[in-house]
T-cell receptor, first 114, second 110 residues
Framework: GAGVSQSPRYKVTKRGQDVALRCDPI?????LYWYRQALGQGPEFLTYFNYEAQQDKSGLPNDRFSAERPEGSISTLTIQRTEQRDSAMYRC????????????FGPGTRLTVT | AQRVTQPEKLLSVFKGAPVELKCNYSYSGSPELFWYVQYSRQRLQLLLRHISRESIKGFTADLNKGETSFHLKKPFAQEEDSAMYYCALSSNNAGNMLTFGGGTRLMVKP
């Protein structure tokens, strides 16, 4: 079956612009996670959802970052007024349910802010 | 706060040699530990988790709570093992979000 998909795969934007990154999880997966990975580092947790409810957003670095999952399926991570330090790989993962289930990762979106 | 440390950024071995990728963690509760792998031009994927106690692709990892370690081992490395390896920790009371180490790049030379 289809895995987790993310779009766009690559995004180059100018500083100050807003960007929206999309994640389409595996069908039927309850939990959806967003991570950010800077070059040379491991992924860092941003936020996660169970169904449409945002359960934890403690990893969002500041209020320019927001995420939603309005119908409990596709999720959008939005970064307003982008800055160069936002440049990173943004990874989405989904899992069957909340609990000790495997997280399946998407291919990631490479964001470059110029 | 939970933390995962992978002290080696790069590990280079010859084919057939033993491999050990180190992982240490700090966590006050009872953690779940994982190894994720990313092969070239592929997405991040689960390699193994400590609660399953499986051997995947010849790799094993034992959770040592006394030393707070979860090192990944393979007795005989293969060229196809060349990849980026990430150790990760999950806490059951935090929604199972993963805390990753910085990763170790394994290069297996012919």
């Amino acid at each position: 079956g289809a895995g987790v998909s993310q779009s766009p795969r690559y995004k180059v934007t100018k500083r100050g612009q807003d960007v929206a990154l999309r994640c389409d999880p595996i069908s039927g997966h309850v939990s959806l996670y967003w991570y950010r990975q800077a070059l040379g580092q491991g992924p860092e947790f941003l936020t996660y959802f169970n169904y449409e409810a945002q359960q934890d957003k403690s990893g969002l670095p500041n209020d320019r970052f927001s995420a939603e999952r309005p119908e409990g399926s596709i999720s959008t991570l939005t970064i307003q007024r982008t800055e160069q330090r936002d440049s990173a790989m943004y990874r989405c993962a989904s899992s069957l349910a909340a609990g000790p289930y495997e997280q399946y990762f998407g291919p990631g979106t490479r964001l470059t802010v110029t | 706060a939970q933390r995962v440390t992978q002290p080696e950024k790069l590990l280079s071995v010859f084919k057939g040699a033993p491999v050990e990728l180190k992982c240490n963690y700090s966590y006050s509760g009872s953690p779940e530990l994982f190894w994720y792998v990313q092969y070239s031009r592929q997405r991040l994927q689960l390699l193994l988790r400590h609660i399953s106690r499986e051997s995947i692709k010849g790799f094993t990892a034992d959770l040592n709570k006394g030393e707070t370690s979860f090192h990944l081992k393979k007795p005989f490395a293969q060229e196809e093992d060349s990849a980026m390896y990430y150790c990760a920790l999950s806490s059951n009371n935090a929604g199972n979000m993963l805390t990753f180490g910085g990763g170790t790049r394994l290069m297996v030379k012919p």
